[in-house]
Every structure is written in structure tokens, then in C-alpha cells.
């Protein structure tokens, strides 16, 4: 078995591929039919790869992947839809303290009950009960992720990194990118829970809905399949979201994945650099 220091999974290759970019590439592969690469980067080894859309392809694809390859952890990198109460803005980047499930469970028609109302645990993992969700406030702590990187908000330097926001600048609200093109719009990295569904919102109302059953911050499509299939192989999990759009709205005239993502792995890549 091949070992690496970190395998970096993304639902498709525009998630991705800004980040391998930086990288020296190593060797080139396919897991599960998806595309693999490693990397060399200062003194680690990385794994990088798409793991398709959905659960059941991240599931398959992280476990595939876990077989081949003995990675000391796994980060999901990737974008989302935020809910329109948590707070966040598209741009903004999630960091996962809670990965929560929204398709397991009771669903009746007043909302969603846990699978602990069914008393069977998704995972029974060394004595304990995992209903539906999957905390990772260990793998935050064992990287000092939030000591590292404080939430709060952040503007890229000259350099490519990040920096905390200067309030001596423009106010966000007032950024012009077409007066001030050279300048790139402050961000918030902001901690809490992501919720994982099999069916995005397809309008304002059922993202609400949702937000009002789970209090989790933003959504996407992955997270808590990978994050389960790293409990069962006893690897340490972390999950990076960009904001690319707000949930509900299915309007891709109002979205900006390009900037979710360049800031989403802006966060990674200073992770990295700082740890």
C-alpha cells in the first residue's frame, strides 16, 4: 500500500484543478474511473482526485482511494450553497465542524427525524453511536486548523496567499471590480455545520426549510459520505466549502464558482503553507 501524507478530494475537476496546479506532479492514475495524481509539495506527499457528484461516487471513490493509498487524512474541497440565514455571502469559505446528513432518517411532513428516532446508529464505531452527523472537532484540533486560521475576514495579498481583512480598506459593500479590477474582494472563513443532501434545493423555499431543520450553514453533496468513509477507515477527515451561490437559487447567472473555489483553496493552500 502506498503512502501519503494527504488525499485531497473534489467532486469534479473544476474543484481541483487550481490546486494541483501549484503542485510538482509525480505520477498519474485512475481510481475508480476517476482521475488521481500525486504531488510533491515541501516535505509532503499528496493525493489528488476527483471522486464524481453525489454520495454513493464520493463513498465508492474515497474508499477506493483509502484502499490503494495509506493517507495520514483527507480533506474535501468543493463548492456550496449557503442558506440564507447563516449568514454567509458567495465568496465565503466553510469550514466543516459538523457534517450533517440530510437523507437518513424519518422524513414525515413536518420535517426531518434523526436515525437515532429508529435507534439504529448509520455507524457503530468503537462503542459509539453515529446518527446523523459526524463531528470533526478532533481532526480541527489535532491540525490547530482554528489557530491557524481564526474565522474572520480575509483579502489574497500580492503574493497569491491570504491575509486577515484590513478594515483600513474599502468596506466590502463598496468594492468596485470595475474601477479597482486589481483588487480582489474580501472574504469570511467562517466554522460550523454542512449539511450533505442527495438533492440540492431547487428553490428558496426548501432551502429555507431545510435551514430551519438543521441549522447547518450551507449545503453540498458530499461531505458526510466522505466523512463516513473515513470514521470506518479511522483517518482524519476535514471539509473546505466555497460559497459558490445561495441555496435555492438554481439562477447560474447569480453564482460565482470561480472565486468560491479560488478562495476555498486559497484557505488549503495557506493550511498547508502554515501548518
Not at 143 to 169: C, E, H, K, N, V
Not at 232 to 256: T, Y
Amino acid at each position: 500500500m502506498q503512502r501519503v501524507d494527504l488525499a485531497i478530494l473534489g467532486a469534479t475537476s473544476g474543484e481541483i484543478a487550481p490546486l494541483s496546479g501549484s503542485f510538482g506532479l509525480s505520477s498519474s492514475s485512475k481510481i475508480a474511473g476517476n482521475p488521481f495524481s500525486t504531488y510533491s509539495y515541501r516535505d509532503l506527499r499528496l493525493l489528488i482526485g476527483t471522486t464524481g457528484v453525489g454520495k454513493v461516487n464520493a463513498a465508492a471513490t474515497a474508499a477506493a482511494a483509502l484502499t490503494i493509498f495509506r493517507a495520514a487524512e483527507v480533506w474535501n474541497v468543493g463548492c456550496a450553497g449557503a442558506y440564507g440565514g447563516s449568514g454567509l455571502e458567495i465568496g465565503d469559505v466553510l469550514i466543516t465542524e459538523n457534517c450533517i446528513c440530510a437523507d437518513e432518517g424519518i422524513l414525515r411532513k413536518e420535517g426531518p427525524m434523526s436515525t437515532s428516532s429508529l435507534e439504529i446508529p448509520i455507524v457503530l464505531k468503537d462503542g459509539q453511536p453515529f446518527y446523523d452527523r459526524f463531528p470533526l472537532d478532533e481532526s480541527l484540533a489535532r491540525r490547530q486548523i482554528r489557530a491557524l486560521l481564526p474565522a474572520g475576514m480575509f483579502s489574497t495579498d500580492p503574493s497569491g496567499g491570504i491575509r486577515p481583512y484590513d478594515p483600513r480598506d474599502a468596506h466590502p459593500s463598496s468594492f468596485d471590480p470595475v474601477s479597482e479590477p486589481e483588487k480582489k474582494r474580501p472574504f469570511r472563513v467562517q466554522y460550523g455545520p454542512s449539511l450533505t443532501v442527495g438533492m440540492v434545493s431547487g428553490d428558496i423555499h426548501t432551502a429555507d426549510a431545510r435551514f430551519r431543520s438543521f441549522r447547518a450553514l450551507a449545503e453540498n453533496m458530499e461531505g458526510s459520505a466522505i466523512a463516513q468513509t473515513c470514521l470506518l477507515f479511522d483517518v482524519p477527515f476535514l471539509e473546505f466549502r466555497g460559497v459558490s451561490n445561495m441555496a435555492g437559487v438554481r439562477d447560474k447567472a447569480r453564482w460565482d464558482l470561480g472565486t468560491a473555489m479560488e478562495h476555498c483553496l486559497l484557505v488549503v493552500k495557506h493550511l498547508l503553507d502554515n501548518r
